[in-house]
C-alpha cells in the first residue's frame, strides 16, 4: 500500500508569502511494509480546477524517482501575490498508486512591489511601544481574500478590529537590518466581516533599538479587482504612545495600566476614534532601514507552554519570591486584585542569594525586571510582550494596596517542532536529555543564541560548531538553518573573513577558527533533509571564508586564534589545549567538509583541490603534533587527542593507543572532562568507537564537581555555560546549549540513530552501543521521510531490537550480538566490523538478539 501522509512546500503546509521564486516540494508517506516509491509527478496551476488536466504553470511528468525532499519547482516564473494549486501522484513498486494536493502563495517578490512609506514618531512617546491604526473601508461582497505584509521594527503585534491576529510574538526575526529586514505576511479574510475596519499594528524598540513600521494590505475579489491600502503619512494612518512606559530586550517592560483611559483598551476597534486632543497624531515618514526586505520564512516566536510556581517564598513583607521549577527564556504572567496605581515589580533570575532573594549577578548590565501599575479595576492580568528574560525565579515586589492571585512563567521560543525523543532506563540520563532540550529551546529566538538572560543573547559561531549536532537531532531546523546562514554570509568581509557572531553584534572579526558551524550547517541542511540551495547559494561565501583561513597559515599551520577550546573546568587551568593546534585542526575540518560542499554544488576542481590540502593539512599536523612514542597529539589532552581521532587525522594503525590514552586521562582525573566547549563532543564519539562506552556514562554521571552529573547533583533543570555553581557577574550563564551535545551522543550511540553523508536522511544506519548499566533504551528521529524509531531493551540473556524505518527508506542495520530472528523468523546476515549486518526496507520489525 502507498498513502501520502503530508505534502509540503518549503517545508510548510499550505505556506503564504513565500520568497523562494523556485519553491520546493517534498512529501512523506504513512508507514506501509516493504513501500519503495518508483515514481512521482507534481503538477501546478494557477486554479484548483486545471491541476487534473490542464496544469498551466508546471507539469513534472512522471519522474522514475525516489527522490521526496526538496524537489525544485520548474515551471513558468512566478509572481507576487500568486496562488497556485498543487497536486502530487506517486506510484510504488507494485505499481499502486496515490495523490494528495495543497496549495501555496508567494510573497512580494521585488523591491518595487513596496508601495507603503516607512513611518514612526520619532521625537514623541519616547520609551513606549507605538501604536498605528488606521480604518479602512473594504466592501466585503465577493471578497476572495485579504492579505496584510507588514515589517514593524523592531518587533510588533497586528490587530484586526481589537483583536490580535495571530499568536506570533516578539516579530519578527532579528537580523542585521542593515543588510535585511524580515516583513510578515498575514492572512486576514475571515476578519474583514463588514465594510468598516480597523488595522491597528503596535511596534517596539526589540532588537533595532527604533519603532519604525511599513504595512500594506490587498484586498482580491471574484471579479479580479484589487484593492490595496498601504502605509504613509496624512492618508488616515494614526500613532501614539501606549500604556506601555518603557521596553527593551535587556532592561524589561513598564506597564502603566492607568494610561489605558488615554489609550483606550480597544485601541485598535471601531469603538475607538483617535484624535489630536486625546493622544493621537498623524504619522511621520521615516527614514526606511537599508536592508532588503524579504518575507520571514522561519517559524514565529510563541509562548509555547507554561510553568505555574511550583513554590512561593514571602522572604519579609511585599516581597515574594516565585520558582517556577524549571530555567526558561519567556516572562512572568501575573494575576492581580488592587488599587489604581499600586505597583508589583517581577526582578528576574536563575538563582538565589543566601538570603533567599533573587539573584542577579549574572546578568551584568541587563536590569531584566518589569512592572505593572494597577488600574484598580478588580482582577487584572499582564504578562510582559516586547522584552524577554532566561529564568527560574521571580521576584515580586509589593508597593501600595495590591495582591497577586497567581503567577506562571511562560515559556516563549521560537516554535520548531520537536523532532525527536530519548529515554532510557537511568534517570539522569533522562534527565541531561530534557536539559539539552530546554537549554535549546530557550536558546533559538530567530537567531541561535548563547543565552536567554544577560546582557547578550547573540548568535557565537563557535558555540553553532558544537550545538548543531544536539539540535539537529532535537529540532526540525529545515526552516531555521537557510536563515542563520545567510545572517552568517552577512557579516563577510571583502577579505573573505566572517565574523564571530551572526548578526554580527559583537565579537571579532575574523571569527575564530572554530567557527566551521558556516560549512556544517549545509552540509546537515543536504544530510537531513535534502536542502542543497544552501549549499549552491553561499557556497562561494564559505570558500572565500576558507580560503581567508588559507592566508592565515603556515604549512598548515594557523596563525591565530581567539577562543580555542572555550571554558575548560576553572580547577584545571594548568591543562590548556594548545589553541594554536585548535585552530589548525579545525582548518583541516573546514578543508574537508568545503570538499564535499564543493562536490555538492558540482565544482569537481574545487573538490580535488581543497581535498589534497586537507590531506597535506594531515600530514603536516601529524609531523608537527603527534608524538609516535606517547601517542600523543601536542600537549596530550583529552581534546587535543579527541580532535585527532574524530576528524581522521590520527593514523589508523595507532587510533586504540590513542583513545586509551584519553580513557586513562579520563580516569586519572577522577573519571571528569577536562575539555572545553569544542572538545567533549569529539571525546565521546571517538571513544565510543573504540569501546568506551561504560567510562563515558561512569563520567557523564559523576556527581562531583565538574561535569554533567555535578550539574544534575546541583539541581539544574537546564546546560551550564561554565562548570562552577558558583554566581560570578563576568560570565555564568546557568543556560548555555554549547556544552549540550552530549545528547547527539545519546541518539547516535545509545540509541544508534545515525544519518549518513547522503541527501535527506537517505542512508540511515541503525548501530546501538549497549552499555552494561543501562537495560533499555527508547529514541526516535522524525526525519524529511518520516519516523526513524531505534528501541532496545535486555530481557534474561536477549536483546530485543524494535527498529522502525519510514516509507520509501532503507536502513543498514548493524547490531553487536548475533541476531537469532526479525519478526519471529531466521534471516542471514554479515558480519562485519565485529557486528552483525543486514539492510531492512520500509516497516517496523522486532529483531531478536543473543546477549
Request: aromatic share 12%.
Amino acid at each position: 500500500m502507498i498513502k501520502i501522509a503530508s505534502l509540503k512546500v518549503e517545508y510548510q503546509v499550505n505556506p503564504i508569502g513565500l520568497s523562494e521564486k523556485n519553491p520546493r516540494f517534498s512529501w512523506t508517506y504513512e508507514l506501509s511494509p516493504q513501500l519503495q516509491q518508483a515514481s512521482y509527478r507534481i503538477r501546478v496551476a494557477s486554479a484548483n480546477g486545471l491541476l487534473e488536466t490542464s496544469p498551466d504553470l508546471w507539469d513534472s511528468g512522471m519522474c522514475a524517482s525516489n527522490q521526496m525532499s526538496a524537489i525544485s519547482y520548474q515551471g513558468k516564473p512566478l509572481i507576487s501575490r500568486q496562488r497556485c494549486f498543487v497536486r502530487l501522484d506517486v506510484r510504488n513498486s507494485q505499481g499502486e498508486t496515490d495523490f494528495h494536493t495543497g496549495t501555496f502563495e508567494m510573497g512580494l517578490l521585488n523591491e518595487t512591489d513596496f508601495k507603503g512609506k516607512w513611518v514612526s514618531i520619532p521625537n514623541n512617546f519616547q520609551g513606549s511601544t507605538l501604536y498605528f491604526r488606521k480604518k479602512l473601508e473594504i466592501p466585503t461582497k465577493g471578497l476572495l481574500r485579504a492579505r496584510a505584509y507588514i515589517a514593524g521594527i523592531g518587533y510588533h503585534e497586528f490587530y484586526v478590529n481589537g483583536q490580535k491576529v495571530s499568536d506570533r510574538v516578539l516579530n519578527p526575526g532579528v537580523t542585521d537590518y542593515q543588510k535585511t529586514v524580515l516583513y510578515d505576511t498575514y492572512d486576514i479574510t475571515d476578519l474583514f466581516t463588514e465594510t468598516d475596519n480597523v488595522v491597528g499594528i503596535e511596534v517596539g524598540y526589540g532588537w533595532l533599538g527604533s519603532r519604525k513600521m511599513l504595512a500594506q494590505f490587498y484586498f482580491d475579489y471574484e471579479d479580479h479587482q484589487v484593492l490595496e491600502d498601504h502605509s504613509n503619512c496624512n492618508s488616515g494612518w494614526w500613532v501614539s504612545g501606549s500604556p506601555i512606559r518603557d521596553n527593551s530586550i535587556y532592561g524589561g517592560e513598564t506597564y502603566d495600566a492607568r494610561r489605558e483611559k488615554l489609550t483606550h483598551p480597544h485601541w485598535a476597534s471601531r469603538d475607538f476614534e483617535p484624535a489630536w486632543d486625546n493622544g493621537w497624531m498623524y504619522t511621520i515618514v521615516t527614514q526606511p532601514p537599508q536592508g532588503t526586505l524579504t518575507s520571514q520564512q522561519i517559524e514565529p516566536i510563541r509562548i509555547c507552554r507554561s510553568y505555574p510556581a511550583i513554590r512561593t517564598t514571602e522572604i519579609e513583607k511585599d516581597r515574594i519570591v516565585y520558582d517556577i521549577g524549571q530555567n526558561i527564556a519567556g516572562w512572568a504572567k501575573i494575576t492581580v486584585e488592587g488599587c489604581s496605581g499600586a505597583k508589583v515589580v517581577l526582578k528576574y533570575g536563575e538563582g538565589l542569594t543566601s538570603q533567599g532573594q533573587v539573584n542577579q549577578l549574572n546578568l551584568r548590565s541587563a536590569t531584566a525586571t518589569d512592572t505593572y501599575i494597577l488600574k484598580g479595576e478588580g482582577i487584572e492580568t499582564y504578562q510582559p510582550r516586547f522584552t524577554y528574560h532566561g529564568f527560574q525565579y521571580v521576584q515580586a515586589e509589593l508597593e501600595g494596596d495590591v495582591r497577586i492571585l497567581s503567577l506562571s512563567g511562560e515559556h516563549v521560543h521560537t516554535d520548531v517542532e520537536v523532532a525527536g525523543g530519548f529515554t532510557c532506563s537511568d534517570k539522569d540520563l533522562n534527565q541531561l536529555h530534557q536539559n539539552a532540550v530546554v537549554t535549546e529551546q530557550n536558546n533559538i529566538h530567530s537567531i541561535m543564541t548563547d543565552c536567554p538572560q544577560r546582557d547578550e543573547r547573540f548568535g557565537w559561531l563557535n558555540d553553532l560548531t558544537t550545538r548543531i549536532y544536539q539540535s539537529i537531532y532535537n529540532f526540525h531546523l529545515e526552516r531555521l538553518l537557510p536563515k542563520i546562514v545567510q545572517d552568517i554570509a552577512e557579516t563577510k568581509t571583502k577579505e573573505g573573513a566572517i565574523s564571530d557572531t551572526a548578526p554580527f553584534y559583537t565579537g571579532g572579526t575574523p571569527a575564530d577558527v572554530t567557527s566551521i558551524s558556516f560549512l556544517l550547517f549545509a552540509e546537515v541542511a543536504h544530510q537531513y533533509y535534502g536542502d542543497s540551495l544552501i549549499a549552491n547559494r553561499f557556497y562561494p561565501d564559505m570558500k572565500d571564508w576558507v580560503d581567508y583561513l588559507l592566508t592565515r597559515q603556515k604549512n598548515y599551520i594557523m596563525d591565530y586564534s581567539h577562543y580555542g577550546d572555550w571554558v575548560a573546568p576553572e580547577h584545571l587551568s594548568e591543562i590548556k589545549t594548545d589553541p594554536i593546534y585548535v585552530s589548525t585542526v579545525f582548518l583541516n575540518w573546514h578543508l574537508q567538509v568545503l570538499a564535499k560542499l564543493a562536490k555538492l554544488v558540482g565544482n569537481d576542481e574545487d573538490a580535488k583541490k581543497y581535498q589534497a590540502f586537507q590531506e597535506a593539512s594531515t600530514q603536516a599536523i601529524n609531523q608537527t603534533y603527534y608524538n609516535k612514542l606517547t601517542h600523543q597529539y601536542s600537549r596530550g589532552t583529552q581534546a587535543e587527542n579527541a580532535f585527532a581521532l574524530n576528524l581522521g587525522i590520527a593514523p589508523k594503525a595507532d587510533r586504540d593507543k590513542i583513545a586509551k590514552n584519553i580513557a586513562d586521562d579520563i580516569i586519572h582525573h577522577g573519571y571528569h572532562s577536562t575539555s572545553g566547549n569544542q572538545g567533549y563532543r569529539h571525546v565521546f564519539y571517538s571513544l565510543t568507537e573504540a569501546g568506551y562506552v561504560d567510562l563515558l556514562i561512569k563520567m557523564i554521571k559523576n556527581p562531583e564537581y565538574p561535569g554533567w552529573g555535578y550539574m544534575l547533583a546541583c539541581n539544574a533543570t537546564t546546560v551550564w555555560e561554565r562548570w562552577e555553581k558558583e554566581m560570578a557577574n563576568v560570565m555564568h550563564s546557568f543556560d548555555h546549549p554549547m556544552f549540550g551535545s552530549y545528547d547527539a551522543w545519546f541518539y547516535r550511540y545509545l540509541g544508534g540513530i545515525q544519518i549518513g553523508d547522503g541527501c535527506a536522511a537517505d542512508q540511515v544506519t541503525i548501530q546501538p552501543v549497549i552499555p552494561t548499566d543501562l537495560t533499555y533504551v527508547r529514541c526516535h528521529f522524525d526525519s524529511v521521510r518520516g519516523r526513524i524509531e531505534s528501541n532496545w531493551e535486555k530481557r534474561s540473556g536477549t536483546i530485543q531490537h524494535e527498529i522502525t524505518i519510514p516509507g520509501n527508506t532503507e536502513a543498514t542495520i548493524r547490531l553487536s550480538h548475533a541476531i537469532l530472528s526479525v519478526n519471529g523468523e531466521k534471516v542471514s546476515t554479515v558480519i562485519k566490523d565485529k557486528r552483525h549486518q543486514l539492510r531492512l526496507s520500509s516497516g517496523h520489525y522486532v529483531i531478536l538478539c543473543k546477549e
